[in-house]
């Protein structure tokens, strides 16, 4: 659910798009996904589907390394923040119906919260707020574990700052949508996770989407891992902090059918699914645009503990796409890109993973932190052992792997590091962009 810098960066699906091909190449993705985990780069559920029709769906790795409980297509994952959706969804549900508008004002409900006589909430599901991102707090990584309620949850979000004025511009935030969560239980005067069952699961006909809690791999839940010479499991967040942010958990497959329905008019009128789709700087209310060659897709990612999930919508077409990770090293970019290369008989290449071995103290000249005229963020380089890590300004560090002299990649997010140590600078690739970073 935090966001991260292959989050909030650059979200690109930039192709050559070209008519739709009725062959799937099935061996071509099936041959991407056996080399990612024979080279323990993913542990990944995919769904490629249209107008409700699965055309490819494959899993790999395991739900539960310690146990050996292999990933199947019915293993559910943590969704993260494309839990925004679901909850933009409702919200949607509750203005036509006359309950709230988009112009309502969130001291109706919230008044303690600072603005929240000028915050509407549009400003909510577009974050445009200025409400502080709570994970970003220091102190998150201290409770994130720990089961907390309606109350607790709001005096943490109340107790803090504004980044800025309502309206002022965009700026993510989790708070946001853990608001409006709670907005649709005051409303309603039920649980979210009551809301979710009549209001989305029972009108889309989903099965193995829910709120989630402590994981249970005997329900064909799954753990999350990093991968550090052997897949380690990561902490699990308490789903009551994030709640309406980030709390459901899903599979590929009902992903799919979720955001079909969406656009097929299931769930919301179309001139609700206009303002979902009607972007500001960047986000829309719950749904952001991606490009592919000349075509636009709508969806949402998400990140939490080591997951990390893709949902896309191309309405023209009505190709829906899907990816849920419990353990990746690789760019889920780079794997939505291939499943709809696929689809469009786009040629793409299957990744080549080579690395280099270099010594502790051949690693010193890279360390130090470093600005750009380009980027609103530093990122500070620092050395583990005989490896480098990354870490830009209110992010989690990440690990370099070494593939040539003064060149490291990141392929979780498709980074690229090129230094120049002579000039105490590096290029930062990432998404068709070069960004240029220097030492302070």
Known sequence: MKNKIYVTLIISLLLSGQAFSQSINTAKLDSLFDLLISKNKAMVSVVLARNGTTLYSRATGFASVEDNIAATVSTRYRIGSITKTYTSVMIFQLIEEGKLTLETKLNTFFPTVANAELITIGNLLNHRSGIHNFTNDPGYLQYMTQPKNQEEMVAIIAKTKPDFQPNEKMQYSNSNYLL???????????????????????????????YGGKTDVAKNESYSYRFQDKWIRMPETDLSVPGG??????????????????????LVSNGSLVQMKTITDGMGMGLFQVPFDKKTGYGHNGVIDGFLSNLFHFPEDGVSVAVCSNGTSYALNDMVIALLSSYYNVPFKLPVFTTIALKPEDLDKYTGTYSSTQLPIKITVAKNEATLTAQATGQGAFPLEATATDVFKFDQAGIVMEFAPAKNQFVLKQGGGNFVFTKE
Do not use: C, H, W
Request: hydrophobic letters at 40%.
């Open 180 to 210: 409006l969560g709670y907005i649709i239980e005051k409303i309603t005067k039920m649980p979210y996770q009551k809301n979710l069952e009549s209001r989305i699961l029972k009108k889309a006909g989903l099965k193995e989407t829910y």
């Open 245 to 266: 942010a980030g709390a459901i958990v899903s599979t590929p497959s009902d992903l799919t059918t979720f955001i079909a329905a969406l656009f097929s008019g299931k």
